[in-house]
């Protein structure tokens, strides 16, 4: 008898297809903003009052945020700096690929045109011992799911 395990979702990798990144680049501790969505547009019609119609428009998706402790000579930084400080924005793809206890991956997905909406680090408290938190807010205009 086969038994399914649910993956768990620690183990995983992000990767981004552009050029001059480091290791350190790709080790992240939370990917957030893996869902889809159907926008809906409603419809009155005339002389039905009891309801209105909803049909689907369009898929809707989420800014990928991608967390991880600072890195000190990041390019995946220095990426999102120059499309945010000087308006020099490129995009990427993105896969954030979920895998196994052998390190092979499981499922994966790829965010087409992504491009860096948001770069922000956590706060510094003297009172806390927590390590800074670089958050990557990525904007795309869609994403795949590869199994």
């Known amino acids: 008898m086969d038994a399914f395990y649910p993956p768990l979702g620690f183990h995983f990798r992000v990767e981004f297809d552009i050029s001059g990144l480091g290791k350190a680049d790709t080790y992240f501790r939370e990917v957030s903003g893996l869902n889809l969505e159907l926008e809906e547009e409603s419809i009155v019609e005339g002389g039905e ?14 800014d990928l945020i991608l967390k991880r402790g600072l890195v000190g000579d990041s390019n995946l930084s220095v990426w999102c700096r120059k499309a945010i400080q000087e308006l020099d924005i490129s995009t990427a793809t993105v896969w954030a690929t979920l895998l196994n206890e052998e390190h092979e991956p499981l499922q994966s997905y790829c965010f087409v045109n992504a491009w860096p909406k948001k770069w922000s680090v956590s706060d510094f408290n003297a009172e806390s011992s927590d390590i800074v938190i670089e958050n990557l807010e990525l904007a795309y205009q869609y994403f795949t799911v590869n199994t």
């Not at 209105?52 to 998706?61: D, E, G, I, N």
């Open 49 to 62: 009052n009891r309801f209105t119609q909803r049909l689907p428009v369009r898929a809707k998706y989420p």
